[in-house]
């Protein structure tokens, strides 16, 4: 079974970066959006950005500007470049990769952010 595994979690102070990657176990074909979710705790799970295979993005308001998310449909590779970030950014972040006959979800990677 094809799994996503996603790297670049970790503490960091506010105003730092990390960049999130996720990566397919096993090539997945037919992938037409990428994406990054995140989860806090106590809230529910909500879309961080979107790339779709032509190459447009979408971002949730509260990332915009700071956050980019970039990627490769066809190696089933994506990234998420994430700048200035802020403690309300600190939650369970989660790759995911669709097909239209199936949705891919990551085990998360941890992001905190606190002096």
């Known amino acids: 079974q094809v799994q996503l595994v996603e790297s670049g979690g970790g503490l960091v102070q506010p105003g730092g970066y990390l960049k999130l990657s996720c990566a397919a176990s096993?090539?997945?074909?037919?992938?037409?959006?990428m994406g990054w979710y995140r989860q806090a705790p106590g809230k529910e799970r909500e879309l961080v950005a979107l790339?779709?295979?032509?190459?447009?993005?979408y971002y949730t308001d509260s990332v915009k500007g700071r956050f980019t998310i970039s990627g490769d449909h066809a190696k089933n590779t994506v990234y998420l470049q994430m700048n200035s970030l802020k403690p309300e950014d600190t939650a369970v972040y989660y790759c995911?990769?669709?097909?239209?006959?199936?949705?891919?979800w990551g085990q998360g990677t941890q992001v905190t952010v606190s002096s």
């Open positions: 096993a090539n997945i074909v037919g992938v037409y959006v």
């Open positions: 790339i779709r295979r032509s190459g447009s993005t």
């Open positions: 995911n990769q669709k097909t239209i006959q199936s949705n891919y």
